[in-house]
């Protein structure tokens, strides 16, 4: 079983949905959350940072943490067009190596 | 502010040959990242230089060799491609602090013939 893991879709939703893209996870000493974004033929991107438990919220994303089920969420509010990429989670630990260990990533297509 | 550069953007090789990928950043980071990415199968780390004089394998680091130049650059070296090794491969850099997030180039898409 791999430490991370993410249902690689492809997830395919109308314009305007509400969208859950989500990671397990089985090491209980990821505390450093974080989301990826990735159109085609380009590099990952930074979109989201979480420290350990609870949501944050910026814009239309919220990311959300719950340590207690190893599960973190990511959610896209009013979903566009443009938000049609892949969608990397990572994690890393407190202790150890500060190397994020990465999802395979979720494929998501909003078509219009 | 250009970031994380590679070159090249695309290479083609014959079973065999070797060649280098270059990789440079400009933001000051101590530590720097050679990813490859298949699809699928998420990023894999094939090794990695913490900090300027220092390099260590990642996940996959069979069939590669790394060399971190100076503070900016950081090579990774294919001494004998394989069709294996055809794939996307990314290289990012970072603070290398525990709450720490990486900064990726472009990519290179290799592939072996």
């Known amino acids: 079983q791999k430490e991370v893991e993410q249902d690689p879709g492809p997830l395919s939703v109308p314009e305007g949905a509400i969208v859950s893209l989500n990671c397990t996870y089985s090491?209980?000493?990821?505390?450093?959350f974080m989301w990826y974004r990735q159109y085609s033929r380009k590099g990952p991107e930074l979109l989201m940072y979480?420290?350990?438990?609870g949501n944050k919220e910026d814009g239309r994303f919220t990311a959300q943490v719950d340590k207690s089920s190893k599960y973190i969420s990511l959610f896209i509010r009013d979903s566009q067009p443009s938000d049609s990429a892949t969608y990397l989670c990572?994690?890393?630990?407190?202790?150890?190596?500060?190397?994020?260990?990465f999802g395979r990533g979720t494929s998501l297509i909003v078509h219009p | 502010n250009a970031g994380v550069t590679q070159t090249p953007k695309f290479q083609v090789l014959k079973t065999g040959q070797s060649m280098t990928l270059q990789c440079a950043q400009d933001m000051n980071h101590n530590s720097m990242y050679w990813y490859q990415q298949d699809p699928g199968m998420g990023l894999r780390l094939i090794y990695y230089?913490?900090?300027?004089?220092?390099?260590d394998k990642g996940e996959v680091p069979n069939g590669y060799n790394v060399s971190r130049l100076n503070k900016r650059e950081f090579s990774l070296r294919l001494e004998s491609a394989a069709p294996s090794q055809t794939s996307v491969y990314f290289c990012?850099?970072?603070?290398?602090?525990?709450?720490?997030?990486?900064?990726f180039g472009p990519g290179t898409r290799l592939t072996v013939l």
């Open positions: 230089s913490a900090s300027e004089g220092t390099t």
């Open positions: 090491n209980s000493a990821f505390q450093y």
């Open positions: 990572a994690m890393s630990a407190m202790g150890g190596s500060y190397i994020p260990t």
């Open positions: 990012a850099s970072s603070l290398g602090r525990r709450r720490d997030t990486q900064y």
């Open positions: 979480t420290y350990s438990s």
